[in-house]
């Protein structure tokens, strides 16, 4: 069965940086993309960004382009979420997800979270002013 699994939250000060990752298994076609999405205190779920294991082409959302990154390492099945310069606006759970590459940039277009099919348990993500 497919299994994401998240780590690499944790606790830190405004303007430091944190390095997500989220390990895949089980997945049988290379025709799928890898998301990143959060959830803040009294906040709707967003998109964060998102790439391609066929291509490894990049999409992120406006709000985190210049600070966040997103990378992958196929040796180790696994998909990065590189953020510098946080801010406590970025506090909030971050999941990853994974679906078909046109499920999943719908949803982060349109902010229907509904559309990934497999998702992973979260990891907590705490900026301190």
């Known amino acids: 069965e497919v299994q994401l699994v998240e780590s690499g939250g944790g606790l830190v000060e405004a303007g430091g940086s944190l390095r997500l990752s989220c390990a895949a298994s089980?997945?049988?076609?290379?025709?799928?993309?890898v998301g990143w999405f959060r959830q803040a205190p009294g906040k709707q779920r967003e998109g964060v960004g998102c790439?391609?294991?066929?291509?490894?082409?990049?999409y992120l959302e406006d709000s985190v382009k210049g600070r966040f990154g997103i990378s992958r390492d196929d040796a180790k099945n696994a998909v990065y979420l590189q953020m510098n310069d946080l801010k406590p606006e970025d506090t909030a759970v971050y999941y990853c997800?994974?679906?078909?590459?046109?499920?999943?940039?719908?949803?982060?277009?349109?902010?229907?979270?509904?559309?990934?099919?497999?998702w992973g348990q979260g990891t907590q993500v705490s900026v301190s002013s």
């Open positions: 089980g997945f049988t076609s290379d025709d799928i993309a």
């Open positions: 997800a994974a679906d078909r590459p046109t499920h999943l940039m719908y949803s982060m277009i349109t902010g229907n979270t509904s559309f990934p099919r497999y």
């Open positions: 790439i391609s294991h066929f291509d490894g082409s990049t």
